[in-house]
């Protein structure tokens, strides 16, 4: 039996993520909470692929490449995402299709139990245009010409080369005294002496999967 949906129902969105070969990944963190069911993005990058085709920070993901995955934790989801769309006969594993809620939409099919699925009539679908990389950084230089640098003027290169000249010999009297009369051992000891390194050790520094609270699970897809 067909699930009837009412008209003033929210709008599903189901993206269909594809990897551009000048962007790394498909741009958007995948959260888990420890006390929020669910799988949630987080923050989408600026003109990613992900944001072209839709998605939004806060969603909750629905489906997954057509299989819902209420019952799924961060680790299948993450898998599930990483594993590829099939069509054509072929596995792309530089796509993925997401149906998504915001949380307004979410909280309006939960409270009236209706489950969402990606073959609804009222879906709206969205899918990451094609672009190459030429394409790409054509567009990014497109408005920008070519730099050169400035001139710089006769005169100025003349007091340059008087001040590096002055400076290099200004002081060598009293650097040759100051070294006769220090003992050949102390120098040796100063340039056997090796720099000290200062390397800061942060045991609460947030790993790629848990967050310092500990409760958060996060992975950049």
Known sequence: MATEIPPDAPVPRLCHLRKWPDFNGFGFNLH?????????????????????????????????????IANENHKQVVGRIRSGVEHDGQVHLDEVELLVLDDEADKWYKDRNIVVRSDLPHVRRYTTP???????????????????????????????????????????????????????????????????????CDPLRPTRTQSASGGLQSHRL
């Open 32 to 68: 888990a909470e420890k006390n929020r069911t669910g799988q949630y993005i987080g923050k989408v990058d600026d003109d990613s692929p992900a944001e072209a085709a839709g998605m939004r920070q806060g969603d909750r993901i629905i489906e997954v490449n057509g299989v819902n």
């Open 130 to 200: 094609e672009r190459t990389a030429t394409a790409a950084q054509s567009t990014e230089h497109k408005d920008s010409p070519p730099s050169t640098p400035e001139p710089v003027p006769a005169m100025a290169k003349k007091v340059l080369t008087e001040t590096r000249e002055n400076h290099e010999t200004k002081h060598t009297p009293e650097k040759e005294k100051l070294r006769e009369k220090t003992p050949e051992k102390t120098r040796e000891k100063v340039r056997e002496k090796p720099a000290e390194r200062k390397v800061r």
